[in-house]
């Protein structure tokens, strides 16, 4: 078959936006071109207007294309459940497979279909499984080609049966169901789950989260789905610095408050700051050494619409696993976790705070974190078995708060 029949059909929100396809004349070139009828609202990315020429992409498939394609575990369950029939399972290749379900509004098919809808499941089973046998594993064989989403941790897209369908629903993914390996990350779920209930109690927008009663699942909702289910554009910051998916600790999070001057509508820009310094100020309470450019997305009903900041989101202590661990971007010219002032000099300058609003958010981050702290000493009485892991992350906020947050004696 020559190259071109590999060709998929671009949907934005259920509407044909384009047709993304290989080069017949260029090696590792991907072409993208808008139909005649698509409208401005309909474009694919916010980098990416309606027009009439196409666009190319030596490599990868363009960026925006690239934001949601498997890695790690999930990379490696499809690579294994098609190695006979695709393979070479390149970019084109794996959206012809997850594309059917991906985070955000953009969905891919072959020409002449539609995207199929995800199988439900029963949340509370997942959330109190007492089994001895992996329930994830499970879960990644049923729910792998439903899953285009990115990331090294395992995890999964799936629709919640609990979920009440409405006319508008595509029957699509309610929740993202992650899991780990104990033996790299141990404890990654509860890890999560307590840094994002200290986001939360700090007053950062962050997705509901729920944790599974053996503590190796994690389910988290969907933020970029509207209660009417309704999916929204989604691009994190990757996409908009046109940077592909390995370029994700690249820059610095000065770079990240420009983008929000280029990028959130006027509106929203002074919300997007302060909820930009207070995940950063959070990241280094929590010694979290991972909040790349793929950790930070803007979310938009359509192209043409007003565009926000998404929630904060993949909130972990990764300090409990490496111990030298440092930021995953620059802030002030260096990655190394800062000391109070440089962290106050990022929320005046950068982010264009006032000294009054910065220190007010310092003071909502460390009540954010002791609150967590409490939930975490709690859950160690009723968990003997979590103390281990507990104390790391305990140690890990201490050290974070005293550092970055709190003002020296």
């Known amino acids: 078959m020559p190259p ?30 808008y139909g005649k009828e698509t409208q401005a609202e309909d474009a694919v990315s916010l980098t990416m207007p309606v027009v009439a020429d196409q666009y190319d992409s030596m490599g990868a498939v363009h960026p925006i294309f690239e934001m949601n394609l498997p890695e790690g575990a999930l990379l490696e369950r499809l690579r294994l459940t098609f190695a006979k029939t695709v393979p070479d399972l390149d970019s084109l290749g ?21 995207p199929a809808p995800v199988p439900a499941q029963n949340l509370n089973e997942l959330l109190t499984f007492r089994g001895a046998e992996d329930l994830f594993q499970d879960l990644l064989e049923r729910y792998a080609i439903y899953s285009g989403v990115s990331g090294m941790q395992p995890k999964v897209l799936l629709r919640a049966a609990e979920v009440p369908l409405t006319r508008v629903t595509e029957r699509g993914a309610t929740h993202i169901v992650k899991s780990f390996d104990p033996r790299e990350y141990p404890e990654l779920a509860a890890n999560e789950y307590f840094c994002t209930q200290a986001a939360r109690a700090a007053g950062i927008a962050a997705p509901d989260v729920r944790l599974s009663r053996n503590r190796r699942i994690l389910v988290v909702e969907r933020f ?29 999070y000065e770079l990240i408050a420009k ?42 009903e359509n192209a043409q619409s007003a565009v926000r900041l998404a929630p904060a989101y993949n909130l972990v202590s990764t300090t409990i696993y490496h111990a030298r661990d440092v930021m995953a971007l620059t802030l002030g010219g260096t990655k190394a976790f800062p000391e109070r002032n440089r962290l106050l000099a990022f929320g005046r300058q950068a982010c264009g705070l006032s000294s009054a609003r910065v ?30 892991a507990g104390k790391h992350l305990l140690a890990a906020m201490e050290r974070g708060l005293n550092r970055s947050i709190r003002k020296p004696n």
């Open 224 to 252: 970029d789905r509207t209660p009417q289910g309704m999916y929204l554009g989604c691009e994190d910051f990757c996409v908009l610095n046109a940077l592909r998916a390995h370029g994700r600790y690249e820059g610095s």
């Open 259 to 300: 983008r929000i001057g280029q990028f959130i509508s006027a509106e929203e820009q002074s919300q997007a700051v302060e909820q930009l310094f207070a995940t950063v100020a959070l990241c280094c309470a929590i010694e979290n050494g991972d909040a790349h450019l793929k950790n930070f997305a803007v979310l938009y």
């Open 359 to 388: 220190t007010t958010v310092l003071q909502h981050i460390e009540h954010g974190v002791h609150a967590a702290q409490v939930q975490i000493r709690k859950f160690m009485k009723e968990h003997r078995d979590f103390s281990k």
């Open 94 to 114: 794996l959206l012809a497979i997850v594309g059917q379900s991906q985070i955000g509004r953009l969905r891919y098919a072959p020409p002449g279909t539609v």
């Open 4 to 33: 071109s029949s590999r060709a998929l059909d671009v949907f934005a929100a259920r509407r044909l936006a384009g047709t993304l396809s290989p080069s017949d004349l260029e090696i590792d070139t991907f072409l993208f071109g």
